[in-house]
Nanobody, 123 residues
Framework: VQLQASGGGLVQAGGSLRLSCTASGLAFSWYSLAWFRQAPGKEREFVAGISRRGVTTFYADSVKGRFTISRDNTKNTVYLQMNSLKSEDTDVYYC?????????????????WGQGTLVTVSS
């Protein structure tokens, strides 16, 4: 199983980025998917999650209204559209896949992880 995240980079505050995460080696449509982020020395933080068919989504309060998670099961890919970025959004972002099919906010409940992609927002 491999999850390959991409799309991170440097952006000015107020700008946008779209992260992508493409999976291989798993039955993609059976998994719930999520994005987490983590700063050095801190715990991994839930950002957004999406159900198997993309019908249900959940967001952390800190990103609600600015970020949008989506998935394309035909491409085995999950996306995170990030708008109105703030300096406090600077982190390494990780995609995760959970075999329970439920959107979980705890990182430990996810089975597979991508390698992380760095998002830096300059103020």
């Amino acid at each position: 199983v491999q999850l390959q995240a991409s799309g991170g980079g440097l952006v000015q505050a107020g700008g946008s980025l779209r992260l992508s995460c493409t999976a291989s080696g798993l039955a993609f449509s059976w998994y719930s998917l999520a994005w987490f982020r983590q700063a050095p020395g801190k715990e991994r933080e839930f950002v957004a999650g999406i159900s198997r068919r993309g019908v249900t989504t959940f967001y952390a309060d800190s990103v609600k209204g600015r970020f949008t998670i989506s998935r394309d099961n035909t491409k085995n890919t999950v996306y995170l559209q990030m708008n109105s970025l703030k300096s406090e959004d600077t982190d390494v972002y990780y995609c995760a896949a959970g075999s329970s099919g439920q959107i979980e906010r705890r990182a430990i409940l996810y089975d597979h992880w991508g390698q992380g992609t760095l998002v830096t927002v300059s103020s």
